[in-house]
């Protein structure tokens, strides 16, 4: 399933100067439901930044921010979250003391309005089919100590789900993960998409991106370089200069 | 039902008790109270805070003023009581959750600090450094609450405290208690707003501890400042991480042990009490550093398998 109705996520001359550095500069795109909107750029590019603003990590210099039509810019993180934008991280950060099943139900949290057992014990079944969907089945009374990187990484997905996020947010999911876990991560993450989430996904690796991705925003130097299908970034010279040539010289 | 039978079985314990020995429990059974409050505060919303026996003695001098400096009835005196709590609690909390965490702790101590200083310069108002006595707890319904039965209020209160925490914390609201304590920043990102967590646990908590200090009143029937000390504050925070932070059943072993100790080493060490005390702490923190409750949570696997 491709993209459906008007955009949820309109991002328009978004700015972030730190002092005399431009992290990101004049930027605009937008993310429809059910669209994978992917987002690439070298190391320093401006991506991690672009979505700490979106999520209300840090505060930006200038710019909109649209989600289903109300500007976001300058809420706090958890206001924005209440509104159905959830995130992962790219460092795992379960709840350290709590089980798999706990810290699912804590992405819940947004949609709690009484204090029923009733409601509780809707929201655990919830969480435990998410378990599941993710593929952590077996593990929910787990303490989270015990799950591997990459299980930790399914459990932020899991986590950020539980709030029925209509808008979901992805910071470098594939970093960390071994090439069975790939797999099984871009099959997850065509799965939300199809139940009519926005995905806007954050990566470094366009390996993982590019086959994954309805449309792909390409950043270099905190500006956009170019927007478009996976196949036209592909092709677009000036992509794999700035992409492909700074990722050869690592190499 | 089983609430039935804890209050039964520990009210009923007191008329098996010598005068002595009822003392020695109803202190500890308030011991137990305060250590479940503070469990919730420290062990699951993970807010380092001294104030919490400060917010006993609130409590306790607050009944004490209005009742008998204020002439108030005791319905009113026990509801302006707890509000005394609720208000301080929130210009304490408000502006320190705001900042990062060691600035609770630093306000919480000053809190603490402060409180014992207003005792002894209270004048008239607090007794100044002889505090208010002989005073009697006066009649509920024409009756005179004495000796034993009095022991069943503290019980009530204890098993209140309880069932209060019991439900916060199986709720959404502890579970976001958890997550802050976790990880503050993935916790704002599930939408949890964290300073207004922090600062309604950290309320709740001290008003809890006002309720314990307002009953504690009538158990020695006088309220001077040598009894709320801030040494009191540490022995809690001991309490709660010897027993296991984050466990009801932890605060209740932890408590229950600490507060009897003393009396069980005394005889045996004499003055050297205090010294053996803590080195048993220490061996006690290094040997179970998830507390006492972790040792009972090994057996129940074992024996499940």
């Not at chain 2, 100044?128 to 006595?133: E, F, L, M, P, V």
């Given at each position: 399933m491709g993209p459906r109705q008007g955009p949820i996520l309109e991002v328009r001359g978004l700015s972030k100067r730190f002092g005399g550095l431009?992290?990101?500069?004049?930027l605009d795109f937008e993310v429809r439901e059910g669209e994978i909107l992917g987002m690439i750029g070298p190391n320093g590019a401006g991506k991690s930044t672009t979505f700490n603003l979106i999520a209300g990590t840090y505060p930006a210099t200038s710019g909109e921010v649209f989600f289903n039509r109300e500007s976001i810019l300058g809420m706090p993180p958890h206001r924005i979250a209440r509104r159905g934008v959830l995130r992962t991280f790219q460092h795992n950060r379960p709840f350290e003391g709590m089980s798999v099943l706990d810290n699912v139900l804590v992405g819940a949290h947004r949609l709690f309005t009484k204090n029923s057992r009733q409601e509780e014990a809707e929201r655990r079944i919830r969480a435990e089919e998410l378990i599941e969907f993710v593929g952590l089945g077996g593990t929910a009374s787990a303490d989270v100590g015990t799950l591997s990187f990459g299980q930790g990484r399914l459990l932020e997905i899991a986590r950020a789900l539980a709030g029925e996020p209509r808008l979901i947010l992805f910071d470098e999911p594939a970093a960390g993960l071994a090439p069975a876990e790939l797999d099984r991560l871009a099959e997850i993450i065509r799965g939300i998409a199809a139940r009519g989430i926005a995905v806007l996904l954050i990566e470094h690796d366009m390996h993982f991106l590019l086959p994954l991705a309805h449309r792909v925003v390409v950043l270099n130097f905190g500006a956009k370089i170019a927007d478009g299908l996976p196949d036209e970034i592909r092709r677009n010279p000036a992509v794999m200069d700035a992409y492909l040539g700074s990722h050869a010289e690592h190499h | 039902m089983r609430w039935l039978a804890a209050f039964v079985v520990l009210s009923g314990a007191a008329f098996l008790l010598g005068d002595y020995h009822n003392d020695v429990y109803r202190k500890m059974l308030l011991w137990v109270t305060l250590a479940l409050g503070y469990n919730f505060l420290f062990g699951v919303c993970g807010q380092v805070a001294f104030s919490h026996f400060a917010f006993y003695g609130i409590g306790a001098y607050s009944v004490v003023i209005l009742l008998f400096?204020?002439?108030?009835p005791l319905p009113l005196a026990i509801v302006l009581g707890v509000l005394v709590c609720i208000v301080v609690a929130l210009a304490v909390a408000i502006p320190s959750t705001r900042l990062d965490g060691f600035y609770l702790a630093l306000a919480t101590l000053a809190l603490a600090q402060l409180f014992v200083v207003v005792l002894n310069e209270g004048g008239s108002v607090t007794g100044?450094?002889?505090?208010?006595?002989n005073y009697r707890l006066p009649a509920i319904f024409g009756m005179q609450i004495r000796g034993p039965w009095y022991t069943g209020v503290i019980v009530l209160v204890l098993l209140l405290t309880l069932w209060i925490l019991m439900k916060l914390d199986r709720s959404w609201f502890g579970r976001a208690c958890r997550a802050v304590r976790d990880n503050p920043e993935a916790a704002a990102a599930m939408g949890i707003n964290v300073a207004r967590t922090k600062v309604i646990a950290f309320t709740l908590t001290s008003a809890l501890a006002g309720v314990a200090g307002m009953v504690y009143a009538?158990?020695?029937n006088t309220v001077n400042p040598p009894i709320f000390g801030l040494e009191n504050a540490f022995l809690l925070l001991f309490m709660v991480i010897v027993g296991g932070s984050g466990r009801h059943a932890g605060a209740v072993i932890g408590a229950v042990l600490l507060f009897l100790l003393p009396f069980w080493l005394s005889p045996i060490v004499g003055h050297h009490h205090v010294l053996v005390f803590g080195v048993l702490m220490l061996a006690a923190i290094l040997v179970q550093p998830k507390g006492l409750i972790a040792i009972w949570d090994r057996g129940r696997d074992r024996f499940s398998r």
């Open positions: 431009t992290a990101v500069s004049a | 400096q204020l002439n108030v100044g450094t002889g505090g208010i006595a009538f158990v020695d």
